[in-house]
C-alpha cells in the first residue's frame, strides 16, 4: 500500500493517519494542528518511546493477552478479552485513530475519600490514544465492574446525566497538559463491529492475492447495477467470488456498514458501492409524513433506540422527525436520514413498558412445572370447543369451572390460559411458623457468628442463639430449622466468607453470558477450536543407541461444537495407521521390543 496525498494542515490525509504511524516530520505538524505545548509534545514523545509500563497477567477473571498490530508495528497487550481487546479491535480499524500505545507511564491521580482525606495514588491507563483531533488517556473497564467502583470510590468513579462514566482526578491531570481522560466502558462497545471485525480479520491482515481484473469488473458492474443487493444474492451468482468479495468490502471498495449488520448472516447485508451511493439510494426511497418506517410507525409516542439511548418520537413533520430524549434532550432527524438509521439497523423500536398484567403472566408461567403445563394444556383442549361456541354448556361442573377461571383469566390478563394452570403449589398454609422476631436473630448469627473467618461450627453458633434467645425472651428455634437455615444460604457465599474466594470455587455456581457479544464458537469453521493434547502409553527408544526418547504424544485439533474429543482407537494409540502432527516423526514400521517398547 502507498500513502495517500498530502493535506493542507498535515502534510498527510487524515486516511492515511488511520493506517499507518506518524514520522517525526508529521507527528510536529500533529501537534501544531492540535495546538499542544511544548512539554506536552515532549510527553507524548515519551511515552511513543517507552516500553509499557507494566506487563498484563492473566486472573481467574480475565483472559490477557497480546495482539500483532499491523497499525503500530508492535504487539499491543490487553488485560480482558471481553473489554480491551474489543477496544483494540476498534482502534485498529478506526480511521480517527493514528496511534494507540498500551500500558503508558503511570500518572498520578490525587483525590479525596468519602471521609475527606487527600489521598494520591499511581495509576498506569490501558491505553494513551493519538486521534485526529484529540489524545489522551483510556481506561477501559466493564460496565458491572464500574457500578461496583462507583459505590466503593464515588470520587474517583461517577456516572453522567448522559449515562456515561467519568474519573475527575484523571481529568483534572490530563487537562493541566491540554489532553483527555476518558473512562470507557464495556457497554459502549458495538459487538456486530466486532464480529465483522474478526469475519474480516485475514482479508485485513494479509497481502491480497492477485485476481483477474474481470473478478473485481464483474462485482463492481453488479453492485452498482443493483444498489442495496444483498450479499447472499452476490454470493449465490458465483460463490467462487467469495474472497474477492470479502477483500473488497474489507478495502471499502464495496460499501456495507460494518456496524449495523453482521456479515454471517448475508441475507440482511445491503450492499453498495460507495458511502455516497448508500446515502442517495436512502433519499430515493423517501416518504410522505404519516407514513410508517419497516418495523417502526411515524407517529409520535412511539419509543425507538438510537445509539444505546432511548427515545421518543414527539414529532413528524414533512421533512424531519422529531426526538425526545431523557430530560430537556430533543433533536430533529431529516426523514430520510431516519430511515436509512433504520434500514442499517442502528435505530430500532422499542417495545412499550410491559403492563401489570402481562408481568403476571410471565410471572406464572415461568413460575409453572413441566407437570403443571402438561395439565393445563389437557384442560385447554377440553374446553377449547365451547370457547368457540358461547352457547354450549360443557358438561360438567370441572369443566364448567375450568372454563370460568379462563374467561376470568382473560379479563384479568388479556389471556385464559393462565387460569387452567393448577393452583396446588399453593393449597395449605405456607406462611413463617417462627416470629418474625426469631427469625431475624437467627439470620443475625447465621451472617454475624457462622458465615466468618474464624469457622465456627453450627453446635457452638447455635448454643450462642440460644443464649441471645433466652436474654431477649424469644421463642427459639429448635437446632434442625437452624440447620436447615444454614444449609439453604448459598454455598459459595459461605465458603468464600469462611474459608476464602479460592476455596469457594469450586461452589461458584455456573451462569451464562446471555449479552449479545461475538459468537462463542466463531462464524467460520475452525475460527474457534480445542487442541487435544494427549499422552500414549507408547515410549519411544533410538533404534542404534537403546536410549529411551520419551513417551509419545498425540495432538488433535477439533471444533468446539463438537462438545467432546472422540476416543482414540487402538490403531491410533498403536501408532501403526497414521501419522499425526503432533508426533516429531512417523511410527513406520513398528516394532517392539523385549520389553514391550514401541521402537522407530
Known amino acids: ?86 477496544a483494540i479491535y476498534a482502534m485498529e480499524h478506526s480511521r480517527a485513530v493514528v496511534e494507540y500505545w498500551d500500558q503508558p507511564p503511570p500518572i498520578k491521580l490525587a483525590y479525596r475519600t468519602r471521609v475527606g482525606r487527600a489521598i494520591g495514588v499511581l495509576h498506569t491507563p490501558d491505553f494513551f490514544v493519538l486521534r485526529t483531533d484529540s489524545a489522551g488517556w483510556e481506561e477501559w473497564k466493564l460496565e458491572d465492574d464500574l457500578r461496583r467502583l462507583a459505590e466503593r470510590q464515588p470520587q474517583r468513579y461517577c456516572r453522567t ?91 471499502e471498495h464495496v460499501y456495507v456498514a460494518l456496524d449495523a449488520v453482521p456479515l454471517a448472516e448475508p441475507a440482511r447485508v445491503p450492499l453498495f458501492p460507495d458511502r455516497d451511493t448508500a446515502l442517495a439510494y436512502a433519499h430515493v426511497h423517501e416518504t410522505v409524513a404519516g ?67 402481562q408481568i403476571t403472566v410471565t410471572e406464572r408461567l415461568r413460575s409453572a412445572g413441566p407437570a403443571e403445563v402438561r395439565e393445563a394444556n389437557r384442560r385447554y383442549e377440553l374446553i377449547r370447543p365451547f370457547l368457540q361456541e358461547a352457547t354450549v354448556t360443557p358438561p360438567g361442573r370441572t369443566a364448567y369451572r375450568w372454563l370460568a377461571r379462563y374467561r376470568q383469566a382473560e379479563r384479568l390478563y388479556g389471556t385464559g390460559y393462565v387460569g387452567l394452570l393448577p393452583r396446588t403449589r399453593h393449597r395449605g398454609n405456607r406462611q413463617a411458623k417462627l416470629p418474625e422476631a426469631t427469625r431475624a436473630l437467627m439470620l443475625h448469627h447465621i451472617v454475624q457468628e457462622y458465615e466468618t473467618p474464624t469457622q465456627k461450627n453450627k453446635q457452638s453458633v447455635y448454643a450462642a442463639l440460644l443464649h441471645a434467645c433466652a436474654e431477649r425472651g424469644v421463642l427459639a428455634p429448635s437446632y434442625k430449622t437452624f440447620v436447615r437455615a444454614v444449609n439453604t444460604r448459598s454455598r459459595y457465599d459461605q465458603t468464600r466468607k469462611r474459608q476464602g474466594a479460592r476455596a469457594a470455587y469450586v461452589h461458584e455456581p455456573f451462569y451464562a453470558t446471555l449479552d449479545l457479544t461475538t459468537p462463542r464458537h466463531g462464524d467460520r469453521p475452525f475460527e474457534i477450536v480445542h487442541l487435544d493434547h494427549t499422552e500414549l502409553d507408547i515410549e519411544l527408544v533410538c533404534s542404534r543407541t537403546g536410549r529411551p526418547l520419551g513417551e509419545l504424544s498425540y495432538r488433535r485439533l477439533f471444533p468446539p461444537r463438537a462438545r467432546g474429543c472422540p476416543p482414540l482407537s487402538a490403531a491410533e494409540q498403536s501408532g501403526v495407521h497414521a501419522h499425526h502432527p503432533g508426533m516429531r516423526a512417523p511410527l513406520w514400521p513398528p516394532a517392539a521390543d523385549a520389553g514391550g517398547r514401541w521402537r522407530t
Open 161 to 251: 446525566a448522559e449515562d456515561t462514566w467519568r474519573c475527575p482526578p484523571g481529568e483534572a491531570y490530563a487537562q493541566a497538559f491540554g489532553l483527555s481522560y476518558q473512562l470507557r466502558s464495556s457497554a459502549e462497545i458495538n459487538w456486530v463491529f466486532q464480529r465483522n471485525m474478526l469475519f474480516l480479520e485475514d482479508y485485513l491482515r494479509a497481502e491480497p492475492a492477485p485476481s483477474p481484473p474481470a473478478v473485481a469488473e464483474t462485482i463492481q458492474r453488479m453492485v452498482a447495477a443493483q444498489p442495496g443487493m444483498t450479499l447472499q444474492e452476490l454470493l449465490h451468482h458465483d460463490i467462487s467470488l467469495a474472497d474477492a468479495i470479502y477483500f473488497w468490502i474489507a478495502t
Open 1 to 86: 500500500m502507498q500513502r495517500t496525498c498530502l493535506c493542507k494542515l498535515t502534510g498527510m490525509s487524515q486516511q492515511s493517519w488511520g493506517l499507518w504511524m506518524l514520522d517525526a516530520h508529521q507527528f510536529g505538524d500533529w501537534c501544531r494542528q492540535l495546538g499542544l505545548s511544548s512539554q506536552t509534545e515532549r510527553m507524548i514523545q515519551q511515552i511513543r518511546a517507552s516500553p509499557p509500563a507494566r506487563h498484563v497477567r492473566s486472573g481467574r477473571g480475565n483472559v490477557s493477552g497480546r495482539y500483532p498490530s499491523r497499525k503500530m508495528g508492535v504487539t499491543i497487550q490487553f488485560e480482558s478479552h471481553r473489554n480491551e481487546l474489543a
Open 291 to 357: 407514513s410508517s418506517v419497516p418495523g417502526i410507525p411515524l407517529a409520535c409516542g412511539v419509543a425507538v433506540q438510537w445509539d444505546g439511548r432511548a427515545w421518543t418520537i414527539g414529532h413528524v413533520g414533512e421533512t424531519t422527525v422529531g426526538l425526545r430524549g431523557e430530560g430537556s434532550a430533543w433533536t430533529e432527524v431529516p426523514l430520510q436520514v431516519f430511515e436509512m438509521l433504520v434500514r442499517q439497523g442502528k435505530l430500532t423500536g422499542l417495545a412499550p413498558a410491559p403492563t401489570q398484567a
